[in-house]
């Protein structure tokens, strides 16, 4: 797949069509991108390389965009075994070349790779690096979403290297808009790090993006100002639609059916978008992304050994973990002897930051009954 950025920058990322799991933990049905570039100029840069599993492909990808010349630096915007997979490869064919990289990915390269640290110049805020017609400007992105992560700026050309900022997951040549896998990739790998995401958007601000090359996904042109404009939201916590999404935990299928219901009740009253999802069998990463996706959160689940299903404990567990808030959050449970899930799952919202208790919580006794149908209409109309 040849992508073309200009005549003087050039794509040299490599994608996957077969990987299980993305960081063993991501569905990728579309396959992952790891995405590397060249800059040819007098000097040449080399921007990040990529993972191990790509790294023939990668190099060949170099060697063929550097023709007969060799690369004088080696830019390491980021760490992660994902893009630091051929930084050693790198410097054992090319014996006389420089990386160049922040202070703090300089004191953590040893953990990563055997390099000479005679051969890394580090870089802070602003500084920048020549490189004939083409100018690149550093800018820190600590915790978007490692601490030694930078992007580049490259000023004559007006593109960005963004790191995994407004990456996605899916194969380069996927077919499919950015928006869903980039959310889905944001929210579960960037979301804990709102306040970093917001530090560096402002930075962004300030300069004349044209293209934005980030570390996988396609390049950003047009689409530019959209996608500030989500990561905006993203990054603030704010929903970004009105709507509720309905997770639900189920052992026998009864509180599934009263979620389905709910989705009915909620759409027949005029709820401007409804999500659902069955929290034992559907994707963790897309439901935490409608959970952040939308403005309300509705939890429906089965009471289980004195606390609330697992994968409901689970769903909520990644939640905290990346640091939910600002929603309102509705509960409904299931219970045969001992209802116990409601109250497990309001325990661990409550340690949330703003998040707003919405409606009566609804206790289903197994089966749904005229009377439960009756107090999900009412807890629907708290929630519009
Ligand atoms: C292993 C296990 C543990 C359970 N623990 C509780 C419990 O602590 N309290 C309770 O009232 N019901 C408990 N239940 C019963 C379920 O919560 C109850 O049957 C519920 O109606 C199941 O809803 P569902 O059809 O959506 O799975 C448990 C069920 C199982 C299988
Ligand atoms: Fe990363
Ligand atoms: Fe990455």
Redesign the pocket.
Known sequence: MSVKISDSIKYIGASVYDLDLFESQYIVPNGMAYNSYVILDDKIAVMDTADKIVGEQWFVNLKAALGDRTPDYLVVS?L?P??SGSIKAVCDAYPDINIVCSAKAKAMMPQFVDVDADKIITKNEGDTLELGNHTLTFVMAPMV??PEVMFSYESSEKVLFSA?AFGKFGAIDADEGWSCEARRYYFN?VGKYGAQVQAVLKKAAALDIKTICPLHGPILTDTIPEVMNLYNTWSLYEPENEGVFIAYASIHGNTAEAAHKMKEILEAKGCPRVAIADLSRDDIAECVEDAFRHSTLLCMAASYDGGVFAPMSDFIHHLKSKTFRNRKVALVENASWAPSAARAMKAEFEQMKDITFVGDTVTIKTTVKASDIEAMEKLADALL
């Open positions: 980021h992660e994902d893009h979403h490692w995994d790998i």
